[in-house]
Antibody
Framework: EVQLVESGGGLVQPGGSLRLSCAASGFTFSTSGMNWVRQAPGKGLEWISYISRSGTIYYADSVKGRFTISRDNAMNSLYLQMNNLRDEDTAVYHC?????????????WGQGTLVTVSS | DVVMTQSPLSLPVTLGQPASISCRSSQTLVHSDGNTYLNWFQQRPGQSPRRLIYKVSNRDSGVPDRFSGSGSGTDFTLKISRVEAEDVGVYYCMQGTHWPLTFGGGTKVEIK
């Protein structure tokens, strides 16, 4: 069974940093592209970053230069380093599997971890 | 960026009746490889999103056959043939053809 479990969320002040993790199991993580998608309270879904199995990376403009996606295939883990956080980064952050120019686009999601940016 | 526009915003439906959600993209979603990477997601209250449909019309495993997707180019539709109580939630279209990936704003399906 595919499982994605996020952790690392919490309350942080504006300008602060946080590192999210996503532990993957039930599939061959090393051959899968992975994504981060967030959802602000009461709002819709926003894709923010993707990393391929070989390390190709894409970001949404809203986080480019502040967030860094990475992965550790030996640990079956995905990460999101978030720096210079803003109020508008407050959201539930989900990791989701897949490369979207294929049939595996966002086919499995984690339950999410809540990040609250507030003073 | 490709803008995905869904309508309606809210869709009250009587149990057992059909429902239809429209999704339009600001650019064609036909990829250079010939495929069209348009997906539909369901988010039930309090739950994570779940993919229902990929590449316009392919149902995911376990998705009831009352859900169907259709369309081409820039114009797409998700249909529920007979709405059941468990279908309540927000539905999102999402394009995977162009970077950055983009979602529609969502359509809230509720029971009348």
């Amino acid at each position: 069974e595919v499982q994605l479990v996020e952790s690392g969320g919490g309350l942080v002040q504006p300008g602060g940093s946080l590192r999210l993790s996503c532990a993957a199991s039930g599939f061959t993580f090393s051959t899968s592209g992975m994504n981060w998608v967030r959802q602000a309270p009461g709002k819709g879904l926003e894709w923010i970053s993707y990393i391929s199995r070989s390390g190709t990376i894409y970001y949404a403009d809203s986080v480019k230069g502040r967030f860094t996606i990475s992965r550790d295939n030996a640990m079956n883990s995905l990460y999101l380093q978030m720096n210079n956080l803003r109020d508008e980064d407050t959201a539930v952050y989900h990791c989701a599997r897949g490369y979207c120019s294929s049939g595996s686009c966002l086919d499995y999601w984690g339950q999410g971890t809540l990040v609250t940016v507030s003073s | 960026d490709v803008v995905m526009t869904q309508s309606p915003l809210s869709l009250p439906v009587t149990l057992g009746q059909p429902a239809s959600i429209s999704c339009r993209s600001s650019q064609t979603l036909v990829h250079s490889d010939g495929n069209t990477y348009l997906n539909w997601f369901q988010q039930r209250p309090g739950q994570s999103p779940r993919r229902l449909i990929y590449k316009v019309s392919n149902r995911d495993s376990g998705v009831p056959d009352r859900f169907s997707g259709s369309g081409s180019g820039t114009d797409f539709t998700l249909k529920i043939s007979r709405v059941e109580a468990e279908d309540v939630g927000v539905y999102y279209c999402m394009q995977g053809t162009h970077w950055p990936l983009t979602f529609g704003g969502g359509t809230k399906v509720e029971i009348k």
